[in-house]
């Protein structure tokens, strides 16, 4: 197959996240309903909850998350560079609801893997006969000097942090002088959403070039090489010219290690000092506080599990599903959590029914924005390799690097019909 169509056909397959594709409902044989519980509803464990409602009709699932309403990574960039208000990227579990899962809103003290138990901070518990939890990520905030939650009002990471932060360093880049820079600090891999910090520092060069023509972007980077790396240098360089500078990595010691919050100042392994108008950090990242808790992760933060029921090996009946697993090389994405909660439902779905757990493929679509008419994008499709998750050589597709500025336009068309599906798909 041609590689244009090929990744048509990708988009297509991306863009629906058929749930058919991994069998039909399974219904119970007459015996109490089974019930799952569910910690965390952004897009893992709403995605979870919705697809065992269709897998699995006659099992009760209950959802639990603290937060009502829920600011989505994909597209905060937007909100940072003025492009859309909070409200665009704010979804909230009604959907779920109208759906016939029960859904809990409270704080959640934590969780009891053996007893397939969620602890809530009024003093409540909900147990269940499988317990999935979905909680995202921490941030490692040790990991530099002079940079803790307490600094985040003046130097918000924004990751996304809910509506405050977003709003924070947006207001900051309005105020900036027009010669000013900023400076964003980007970490070592895993960390949630790997090309985020490159559509963000595209969409600041945007709003930049519109608003404060002398003003440029300085991204420190921990890595070598970075996602999508050729398709935003290209895009910089075709729409910003300069303005967007990026040092990197390991070999040029440009990763950030300390931070003198009260000037805006960093320092990099490097021994290298930058000043900044605005400073953007983004932590070091981890599996989220309910899994590290709960005794689930490994020594570097993250949570192994088996790929294909998405189960946490030692606990049984106990999933952990989205940013806070290694599933390599799946990257922790949106789509990716999406996707493993199908997998996880429907492997949940076929247990409960005594029916064996069958393997499926999975897929993984990203797209960013280096303008608001200029979209780039990557697909990618993973089989089961034994434990293990394996890339499917050749199946997917990325942009062409010389595409012109037609298809620039159309794929970032694409990218926001590619939100709308994926949170229809994740929230109802």
């Not at 990708?10 to 399974?26: D, E, K, V």
């Not at 492009?83 to 003290?109: F, R, Y």
């Not at 910090?197 to 969409?203: H, K």
Request: hydrophobic share 40%; glycine share 10%; net charge neutral.
């Amino acid at each position: 197959m041609p590689r244009n169509d090929r990744r048509r056909v990708l988009r297509g397959l991306a863009g629906a996240a058929a749930l058919s594709t991994l069998g039909l409902p399974i219904h119970g044989s007459g015996r109490t309903p089974a019930q799952v519980v569910i910690a965390g509803g952004g897009f893992a464990g709403a995605s979870c909850a919705l697809a065992l409602r269709r897998f699995a009709p006659d099992v009760r699932v209950t959802l639990v998350d603290r937060q009502s309403r829920f600011i989505t990574g994909p597209f905060c960039n937007t909100v940072v560079a003025g492009m859309n208000p909070t409200s665009a990227i704010t979804q909230d579990h009604e959907g779920l609801s109208a759906a016939g899962i029960k859904v809990v809103h409270a704080d959640i003290e934590g969780v009891e893997p053996e007893a397939h138990r969620i602890r809530l901070a009024d003093g409540r518990s909900i147990a269940g006969d499988r317990l999935v939890i979905a909680p995202g990520i921490d941030f490692d905030w040790q990991a530099i000097d002079g940079y803790g939650p307490q600094h985040v009002d003046r130097i918000p990471h924004a990751w996304p942090g809910g509506a405050t932060q977003l709003l924070t360093l947006r207001d900051q880049l309005r105020a900036m002088p027009n010669d000013g820079r900023v400076v964003i600090s980007v970490p070592d891999n895993p960390y949630r959403c790997p090309p985020g910090p490159y559509e963000r520092a595209s969409l600041i060069a945007h709003f930049l070039a519109q608003h404060k023509p002398k003003a440029e972007v300085l991204l420190l980077d921990a890595k070598d090489h970075f996602s999508k790396e050729p398709l935003f240098r290209t895009g910089w360089g075709a729409r910003y010219g300069e303005r967007v500078q990026w040092r990197g990595g390991r070999r040029n010691g440009a990763r950030v290690v300390e931070v003198d919050a009260a000037s805006r100042r960093v320092r990099t392994t490097g021994g290298d000092e930058y000043d900044a108008d605005v400073l953007n950090i983004i932590p070091p990242q981890r599996a989220g506080r309910l899994a590290s808790d709960a005794g689930l992760t490994d020594a570097a933060g993250w949570v192994t599990v088996a790929p294909h029921d998405f189960s946490v090996p030692g606990h049984e009946g106990v999933h952990v599903i989205g940013d806070a697993t290694r599933a390599e090389p799946m990257p922790k994405s949106a789509y990716a959590a999406n996707m493993q909660a199908k997998i996880c439902a429907h492997a949940i779905a076929r247990e409960l029914a005594g029916e064996p757990v069958t393997d499926t493929r999975m897929i993984n679509a990203c797209y960013s924005l280096v303008a608001p008419d200029y979209g780039i994008s990557v697909t990618e499709v993973y089989t089961l390799n034994g434990d293990t998750i394996a890339a499917i050589q050749n199946a997917g597709g990325i942009s062409a690097l010389a595409a012109d500025e037609a298809t620039r336009e159309a794929e970032s068309d694409y990218a926001r019909s590619w939100y709308q599906n994926i949170v229809r798909d994740s929230f109802g």
